[in-house]
């Protein structure tokens, strides 16, 4: 069984940093590519940030040179670091694993920024 568990968020205050972790379980064969996602309430899940499976990180416009995406495949994580939050970044975050055959999501988890 394929399991993505997100962690880390909460609430942070606006210029503030929290790093969300994706750990992942069970077996994954021909990963295309990973990454975040993001929903606020009433909008649609846009993405924030990928990686290829060769480490090639890439970020949408609104959290370049703020948010970093990487990886530690010994542990099987997959990190989002949000450095100088704001409050548009209130939003449950999703991470993704995208493979050949399907997408694997995580369930989500809230990220707060108060301003």
């Known amino acids: 069984q394929v399991q993505l568990v997100e962690s880390g968020g909460g609430l942070a205050q606006a210029g503030g940093s929290l790093r969300l972790s994706c750990a992942t379980s069970?077996?994954?064969?021909?990963?295309?590519?990973m990454g975040w996602y993001r929903q606020a309430p009433g909008k649609q899940r846009e993405l924030v940030a990928g990686?290829?499976?060769?480490?090639?990180?890439s970020y949408a416009d609104f959290v370049k040179g703020r948010f970093t995406c990487s990886r530690d495949n010994a542990k099987n994580t997959l990190y989002l670091l949000m450095s100088s939050l704001k409050p548009e970044d209130t939003a449950v975050y999703y991470c993704?694993?995208?493979?050949?055959?399907?997408?694997?999501w995580g369930k989500g988890i809230l990220v707060t920024v108060s301003s």
């Open positions: 069970g077996s994954i064969s021909s990963i295309n590519g």
């Open positions: 990686i290829t499976s060769a480490g090639t990180a």
């Open positions: 993704l694993i995208a493979t050949l055959a399907m997408n694997y």
